[in-house]
């Protein structure tokens, strides 16, 4: 055989074989690529041209095998093996025909999986590390501080606040702000009504569910004092929840347009179920703390009573230790006439007119606790009583009945300036220091018969 046969058959056709076969993956890549070329990288385009590079460089070789009729270096054989060699990536592709959508798209779909791994892991560092520093949080300014600071830096927001909201529901309290990294002075303290006035806050705080406002200076959901004057344009409200209420709500917020992404949501109330944690512990201890001191108090009270032999000065002392304990603004302890009372600094005594005081005489008539949370807004009280109380500057009035050997002789009535729900705690404390008062006048009496 001649050498011009054996460099046609051993070197141009093997080589317009491979030229082939690589045209052939071409041609199959070239569909994807086309349909891709906008998403792909620099080292996609690279992998995408060296099919092509190939199949050219090979029909070129094998035009000039042919033209020339010598072989290449002399060795046949050995170069028609380097092309067999040459032919088996393109073998490989055509052997996976119906993968080949994927030979292009497989790699970037691979870095964003990887982008995404990476991702979800850094929120989960972040999640982790707030928890573990919220662990030792003391207060909610504290805790307002480490989860503020946390969506600041893994949301790369501008603008973030914490707003606790208070037990009653009605207000919500700033703990902490900052702005570009600065603390915002003037809006940590500030209190908003809930229920009255509307912004993001009062919308998360009564709905328990998130959401954004791209554009916040036209958003009716939104307090737009606080938009303008902290110059947010875009913003996400993330409700602080437990499985009994709302918290608190977590604002993130930027100074110029943006659209929160779906993951951005999801990490934002990842961390705020971190900050309901904290801000529910921080509550519980207090609430202990609470019923402790009541107990204490209550036990004192008691053991007074019991071993009083000026019983009007006991009581006197009764009344102030209440309404210091819980805050009033004035507690009494009334039989036909007022038998003990305490004011806070700057209100006058009922005195006499205690026997007017509606709620106290509902207790009475009804021998069982009245709670009345707003005075100014309760259907349980007619005109003249509201007035009466309104005009003693009482809001919120809690009373108790007094029995004695089964018969109810007087109140124990609890006054607050302002509205709110009593707590069980409250509650309690009156009820038992009514019936340590009950105990100590039937013995008084017993006393005085003897």
């Not at 500030?190 to 200076?217: C, H, K, N, Q």
Request: glycine residues 8%; aromatic residues 4%; negative net charge.
């Amino acid at each position: 055989m001649t050498e011009a046969t054996q460099a046609v058959l051993y070197n141009a056709v093997p080589l317009f074989i491979l030229a082939a076969l690589y045209g052939a993956v071409t041609a199959a890549l070239a569909p994807s690529f086309l349909r891709e070329r906008s998403r792909l990288r620099e080292i996609d385009f690279a992998a995408a041209l060296t099919f092509p590079s190939l199949g050219i460089a090979a029909a070129i070789t094998a035009v000039l095998v042919v033209v020339e009729r010598e072989t290449v270096g002399g060795h046949p054989l050995v170069f028609l093996a380097a092309v067999a060699i040459a032919s088996l990536p393109a073998f490989a592709f055509l052997a996976r025909w119906k993968q080949r959508g994927n030979a292009l798209v497989g790699a970037r779909r691979a870095r964003e999986a990887e982008a995404q791994r990476t991702a979800r892991e850094r929120d989960l560092d972040a999640v982790s590390r707030l928890s573990l520093e919220l662990a030792g949080a003391g207060d909610e300014e504290t805790v307002g501080r480490l989860l503020v600071e946390e969506a600041c830096e893994v949301l790369g927001a501008g603008i973030a606040s914490l707003a606790v909201v208070e037990e009653s529901g009605r207000t919500g309290r700033f703990v902490e702000a900052l702005k570009e990294g600065s603390r915002v002075e003037w809006l940590v303290g500030l209190t908003t009504e809930l229920r009255s006035e509307p912004s993001g806050v009062a919308s998360a705080a009564a709905t328990g569910e998130a959401f954004t406002v791209v554009d916040a200076a036209s958003s009716p959901r939104v307090s737009k004092p606080l938009v303008q004057r902290l110059g947010m344009r875009s913003a996400v409200f993330v409700p602080l929840r437990t499985p009994e209420r709302v918290v608190g709500v977590l604002v993130a917020g930027s100074t110029t347009p943006r659209v929160f992404a779906l993951e951005e949501m999801e990490l934002l109330q990842a961390l705020a179920g971190e900050g309901a944690l904290a801000l529910e512990r921080l509550r519980s201890a207090a609430a202990l703390r609470e019923a402790l001191e009541r107990e204490r108090l209550i036990a004192r009270i008691g053991a007074d009573m019991r071993s009083a032999l000026d019983l009007d000065a006991v009581l006197d002392v009764t009344v102030r230790e209440v309404g210091t304990a819980l805050g009033l603004s004035r507690c009494l302890l009334r039989l036909d006439e007022p038998l003990a009372e305490w004011t806070a600094e700057g209100l006058e005594p009922v005195g006499v007119s205690a026997r007017l005081l509606p709620v106290a005489n509902m207790a009475q008539r009804r021998r069982r606790t009245v709670a009345v949370a707003d005075v100014e807004t309760t259907e349980e009280l007619e005109p003249e009583g509201r007035e009466v109380l309104l005009g003693l500057g009482s809001r919120a009035v809690l009373a108790t009945p007094i029995d004695v050997e089964g018969e109810t002789i007087g109140a124990l009535a609890l006054h607050r300036a302002e509205p709110g729900a009593w707590g069980a705690g409250a509650i309690s404390l009156a009820e038992a220091v009514a019936q340590e008062a009950g105990l100590a006048i039937r013995t008084a009496r017993l006393l005085g018969e003897n």
